[in-house]
């Protein structure tokens, strides 16, 4: 496994913010990720938690925007954020919308073409990425969790639905959480999979969790004046999808937030807290 | 005097961060600012921070980025946050430079044409803004503070320096504190203020420091690996003028550090904990 390359180290919190990229064998591109090193990491392994951004952004949205360093640095966790698509490989249509393609790669596996080579990013998240971090970073394997926010928020429920043993805890903002049955993830799924939706349900946390196993408990936290909220987050169709398979969850539908990182970053401390307590 | 419009309002750290527009009778032109408000302001009024930008910002960066909201709730603060200068206005060079014109109003009160008409930011921040928060929002205009970044602790020393019984308190990341000594200053003054240097002195925070007859004790943050440090901000020269002055000031030179919001955020709670100690 090759080291990833550093290419900017900032003084944060007492630790370090670190921009890194490295020639993915999963996605067979660069991919970039961001790592904040609490001071503790200097003597000591760490515990791991990765954050899944939303459609558009890039590995910096969240260290510059969520204030998570600050709980990272306070508990010494280790905060790890990829890119949330391979970029810039000229493949026709990559560019062409917000939603699908660069800054969009939702997490799965693409098994279509033009996108099949590259767009593995369920396999970047899952298995490579965890990988390198526990090589190259002073980072405690078995102790990992996992969070994001709309795209990313989807990511993390399907990552930990379907890694119970990989995961310790795993929590999400504003998911898209029944991705088969909203346009997003309808697009994405289609772009990426084709249209046999029996590929998609592994892709699906509404889906996966009547089978799930092990129960993880989940935290989601929604804004109630988010604007994709009704059309493509739709969480009533994962709660009750929860209560069905009687799974625990803890569904907080936070009054007059919207999908912001204004949002995230008023309930970052939270998150922090559920995910310490499986950390810990 | 008239209300400011409300052009944006989010939920944010269970107050609420609105964004606002005004036509201000210092700049004779729109100015925007920020607050934050607290959820105690819905029943009382609280206490007031105000937070000055570095050159190129916005009203927005230090609620997008420094943290600070989390701060203000957790003690009760409203925190507000103006433009940098007046925008738009289609003066003549007003955006040739980023450290000049738009953006770059460095709180001066401008005495040469084309930017004496609306270039009065130091009135601006003084005396125009504080009337309009102790009269629209929920503000004790008798507790009021003052801090800022770069540009902003500029800003912010001058106007507690030369307004002592306005302030409780005063602080600065990384502040062209000695600006008659240092390009940027010399850039702004001269065009805003023209060639007599005399009239310079007013806005210097190393030359007022000697007159000042109230001591209020001043933080100061510095990052060490700031690209700025040794041609723009020289913070050793205002060390030196508080040390002639035998004027208390906390000067925290931190290793390693930069001149980003990643440096501010990093110890935005310390200043939130030192003007609370004024406030309080």
Redesign the interface.
Do not use: E, I, V
């Given at each position: 496994m090759q080291a990833p390359i550093l290419q900017k180290k900032?003084?944060?919190?007492?630790g370090t913010?670190e921009f890194y990229s490295h020639p993915s064998t999963s996605t067979h591109s660069e991919m970039k990720f961001s790592v904040f090193r609490p001071a503790e990491a200097r003597t000591q392994r760490l515990p791991v938690l990765y954050w899944l951004s939303g459609l558009t952004c890039t590995e910096e949205n969240v260290?510059?925007?969520s204030?998570a360093?600050?709980y990272a640095a306070a508990k010494g966790i280790l905060l790890v954020a990829p890119d949330t698509s391979p970029r810039g490989l000229g493949l026709p249509g990559e560019k062409e919308s917000w939603d699908f393609g660069e800054g969009a790669g939702f997490y799965v596996n693409a098994t279509r073409d033009p996108w099949k080579k590259n767009y593995q990013m369920y396999d970047y998240v899952v298995k490579e990425l965890p990988a390198l971090v526990g090589e190259f970073f002073p980072a405690e394997t078995h102790r990992q969790s996992i969070f994001g926010h709309s795209m990313g928020g989807h990511g993390a429920l399907v990552a930990a639905l379907r890694n119970p043993s990989l995961y310790r805890s795993v929590s999400a903002f504003a998911p898209i959480s029944s991705p088969m049955q909203v346009p997003w993830g309808q697009k994405a799924f289609n772009g990426y999979l084709g249209s046999d939706q029996s590929t998609w349900e592994q892709y699906d946390a509404s889906r996966l969790i009547g089978a799930a196993k092990t129960k993880m408990p989940i935290l989601i936290d929604q804004?109630s004046?988010d604007n994709f909220l009704k059309e493509q987050l739709r969480p009533e169709l994962f709660a009750a999808a929860c209560e069905k398979a009687a799974y625990p969850l803890s569904y907080r539908l936070?009054?007059?937030?919207?999908h912001?990182?204004?949002?995230i970053?008023?309930f970052m401390?939270d998150h922090f807290d559920h995910h310490w307590s499986h950390l810990k």
């Open positions: 900032l003084c944060n919190f007492g913010l260290m510059q925007k204030g360093q600050a804004g004046d936070q009054k007059g937030y919207d912001s990182y204004y949002f970053a008023s401390k």
